[in-house]
């Protein structure tokens, strides 16, 4: 089992920054990929970006726009998801899920059924 824990969610102004974490405990080496979805209120939950732990796959959604960087600390068992140039549109809970075995498929990787375990979620909340 992995357990996943998500923080640094908070309410910013449109225009800042946040760096959300993911930390990964239980069996962390067990896992493949970690991704972090979004849903807005009265939306469906949506994929944001993924990484695999050994980097050889990073995938961002069109509508990051360079504004998102994912990255990771394998020694943490860590993901980081750092947003600048925040908007009203990404307000929403973001959630951290992680994949145990490997993918094949691009259309996986944005998936979330594709993925194993997720987390509690943390609230962005981006006012203009």
């Known amino acids: 089992q992995v357990q996943l824990a998500e923080s640094g969610g908070a309410w910013v102004q449109a225009g800042d920054s946040l760096r959300l974490s993911c930390v990964a405990s239980?069996?962390?080496?067990?896992?493949?990929?970690m991704g972090w979805f979004r849903q807005a209120p009265g939306k469906e939950r949506e994929f944001v970006a993924t990484i695999t732990w050994s980097g050889s796959r990073l995938y961002y959604s069109n509508f990051v726009e360079g504004r998102f960087t994912l990255s990771k600390d394998n020694a943490k068992n860590t993901v980081y998801l750092q947003m600048d140039s925040l908007k009203s549109e990404d307000t929403a809970v973001y959630f951290c899920?992680?994949?145990?075995?490997?993918?094949?498929?691009?259309?996986?990787?944005?998936?979330?059924?594709?993925?194993?375990?997720w987390g509690q979620g943390t609230q962005v909340t981006v006012s203009s």
């Open positions: 899920a992680a994949r145990s075995s490997s993918l094949y498929y691009l259309s996986d990787y944005y998936s979330q059924g594709r993925y194993d375990y």
């Open positions: 239980g069996r962390p080496s067990s896992t493949y990929a």
